[in-house]
Structure formats: C-alpha cells, structure tokens
C-alpha cells in the first residue's frame, strides 16, 4: 500500500485549517511534497507529521495561487543549514518562472544559498516523470490561470490529484480506475456559479468526476470554512453524484492507497 498525508486541507482563507499540502512517501527516506500551504505552518505542518525537512527530496507546485505556494520560501529557507539537502521543484513552465519571480522578491539570494542543493525541473502535460520509486504525471486542469492535476502510480497503486480546477475532462480521463480521486470541494452545488467563476468545484462535480471516471474512492480536500459549508454536507452531497461514500480530508490524517 502506498500512503499519502495531508499537511493542509484548506481554502484560501480558511483559518480553521492549513492551507493545501500533501506528502507522499517515494522510496527510501524521501518525501515528495505536493504544495507548500500558505506559509511558515508548513514547517509546524512537517514536524507534527514527523517528516524531517532533510527528507524532502521533490517538491511539486500545482499553480501560483499564495494557499499552494506560500510555504515554499520559509522551507527553503530552513533547508539552507541543512548540508545534506537536496531538493527539486518540480513546476509547469509559467509557474516555475513565478516561483523563481516569487523568491527573487520575498527572499533575494535564496537561491544561491542553496546551490547546487536546488534543482528545478519543468513539467511538460502529460509527460510522466520518476519521482522516486513513483511515476508522476502531470496533466492541465481548469483553474483561469497555469494549474496542473497529477497522477501518481506507485507500486501498483494510483491516486489523481485535482488541484484548484472547476470540471474538467482531463479530470476524468486521468482518475479512470483510479484507486483513489483527491476531488477539491469549493462548496454545494447550490454555488456553483460562483465556484465556477472562480476556477472552483462543487462537491456535486466531485461526485460526478469520481462517477465518469469509475474512481475507486473518492476524498474531499481544499475545503472552505465550515461557515460557508459544512464537510459532512459536502461529502453527503458528493456521495449522491459518486454512488458511493465519500471520504473527507482533515489536516494530518494519512490515507493509505
Ligand atoms: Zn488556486
Ligand atoms: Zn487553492
């Protein structure tokens, strides 16, 4: 079995989570991180889930939005002490040039501290990477700026990642027979003229991709403050569309594939 942890679990703006990171074991000691949440709670995020910064080996930026990429100056930062990091990011193209944008303005030299310790590696749609001991594809999803889905397959095992995107058939077409869809939920299917303007899924839409794709399993992330929606609803909601349960996300939970 593969596993798979949530360090954030969060909207934008949801203070009752940390915003979207996940990690995944990827053979030996190394750690592939997906997103950096939003700021220096990635590191509390890591050392809760008793990941040691010198594990991370990859990193992936889905897109640029500051709930995806915010951690990732803080973590550089703290790798540059560390002699034995070694670290890749791994990004579309418009969002690698934005990353390195993003450094240069909030943290100037970051880079050449790490030296040779830092790698960037650009992403091209569809085209599978090792990552690891996993193989790792990226494919274009539908959030109004650069974002990228991603399936992972390790040892044996899949699992797609939707990122921010409101439906989408690539969605579909790359969560068939997947053993488990992580589906963003931007609320009900009553606002979905809204999540759809802003790049966003309903749960309904969740349900639906997991259902044309014959996912396995379904589970809920990149959830909004329970004000605005309540998870259990989200995932009652998505259960209706799917045909099945639906799993929910809560910071720190680790869900084996
Ligand atoms: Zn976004
Ligand atoms: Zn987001």
């Known amino acids: 079995m593969a596993r798979i942890t949530f360090l954030g679990t969060g909207d934008p703006l949801n203070e009752e989570r940390t915003q ?27 050392q809760q889930a008793e990941i040691e910064l010198a594990q991370l080996r990859h990193i992936v930026i889905s897109h640029r939005h500051f709930d995806h ?3 990732l100056a803080p973590l ?15 990004a579309a193209p418009e969002t690698l040039q934005g990353l390195h944008d993003l450094l240069a303005l909030t943290i100037p ?27 790792f594809t990226p494919f274009a999803v539908e ?13 044996g095992r899949s699992v797609v990642f939707t990122a921010d995107t409101k439906p989408c058939p690539n969605v579909v077409r790359w969560a068939t027979n997947a053993d488990l869809l992580i589906h963003e939920a931007y609320g009900p299917h009553s606002g979905s003229a809204s999540a759809h303007t802003f790049g966003h899924s ?4 969740a349900g639906n991709a997991a259902n044309a794709a014959a996912a396995h399993r379904l589970l809920l992330t990149h959830l909004r403050s329970s004000q605005f929606a309540t998870p259990q609803a989200l995932a009652a909601e998505a259960a209706e569309a799917f ?15």
Do not use: N, Y
């Open 20 to 46: 979207t990171s996940l990690a995944l074991p990827v053979g030996g000691d190394e750690i592939l991180l997906i997103d950096t949440g939003s700021g220096t709670i990635i590191l509390r995020q890591l």
């Open 69 to 71: 990429v915010g951690g």
């Open 76 to 90: 550089l930062v703290a790798l540059v002490p560390l002699a034995t990091a070694a670290i890749t990011i791994h």
């Open 109 to 135: 030299g970051v880079e050449e501290w790490l030296g040779p310790r830092l790698r960037w590696h650009e992403l091209t749609p569809e085209k599978a990477v090792p990552i690891g001991d996993a193989t």
């Open 143 to 155: 959030h109004g700026i650069e974002c990228i889905g991603m399936k992972i397959v390790q040892a």
């Open 202 to 205: 309903t749960a309904t839409d």
């Open 243 to 257: 045909g099945r349960p639906v799993e929910l996300a809560s910071d720190l939970d680790t869900v084996e594939f």
